[in-house]
């Protein structure tokens, strides 16, 4: 099983982010129902929507925040990427961790890797610039996802490019061409690609979560935050 792969290795990886995520500037940010402020913002309105993160993180004396792992999100209803259908039951379970976080932050390979697959995933709400890592650990391979990147380094990627521990390959992308988020890195961890290229699922519906919670292990396992 991926966890326990991760786990046996967790004193080996390195950061993906140069900052301390366990610094008293961080913070852990709720984007579910129970946080009243998300009722009357505008989170379609994304220079609103960044207002509403640096006030959250002001509340909190912090200027990192970080978090989400299986987080049932409301935010996702700003964007109709997510099925907002009446007849269907839309994406809010996310699936990685969100690191908010000034745009123009390197980003770093915590392994050794090698890319995957690369996309520019450009809806309203999506990941923009997206970078898969292939990864291997005593022969079982699996998968790091970097959504909400810069096109400026992303378009210099080539699949098959080898990245080495602790390398930046890549920035924390601004708004718009982040897929319109106020800055942040979405990072995930995958077992099994499934056949996808450039792109995975990075929010679930939560009935499913017991099979995305299997297929996508707990990120902190290698950011390894207290804040989470």
């Not at 640096?54 to 004396?61: D, G, H, R, T």
């Not at 998968?143 to 080539?158: F, K, V």
């Amino acid at each position: 099983m991926l966890t326990s792969l991760l786990l046996r290795h967790q004193a080996t990886f390195g950061p993906v982010l140069p900052v301390d995520l366990n610094g008293p500037n961080v913070a852990g940010l709720d984007f579910t129902a129970n946080n009243p402020r998300l009722a009357t913002a505008d989170l379609r309105d994304t220079a609103a929507f960044e207002q509403l993160v640096e006030a959250e993180l002001a509340l909190q004396n912090a200027t990192i925040g970080i978090g989400g792992y299986l987080e049932n999100r409301v935010i996702y209803r700003r964007s109709p990427h997510f099925g907002l259908v009446a007849a269907d039951e839309p994406r809010s379970l996310h699936l990685g961790v969100d690191v908010w976080l000034a745009a123009g932050t390197p980003v770093l390979a915590p392994l050794p890797a090698t890319v995957h697959s690369l996309a520019d995933n450009d809806n309203f709400g999506d990941y923009g610039p997206t970078v898969i890592l292939q990864h291997e650990l005593e022969g079982t391979v699996f998968y790091s996802l970097y959504g909400h990147l810069s096109r400026a380094e992303w378009r210099a990627l080539r699949a098959g490019q080898t990245i080495a521990q602790g390398e930046a390959f890549a920035t924390v992308g601004p708004f718009p061409e982040n897929g319109d988020w106020p800055p942040h890195l979405h990072f995930q961890l995958i077992a099994d690609l499934r056949g996808h290229v450039g792109d995975f699922p990075g929010v679930a519906r939560p009935s499913e979560r017991e099979k995305w919670a299997a297929l996508c292990p707990d990120p902190n396992l290698v950011l390894q935050s207290k804040f989470i």
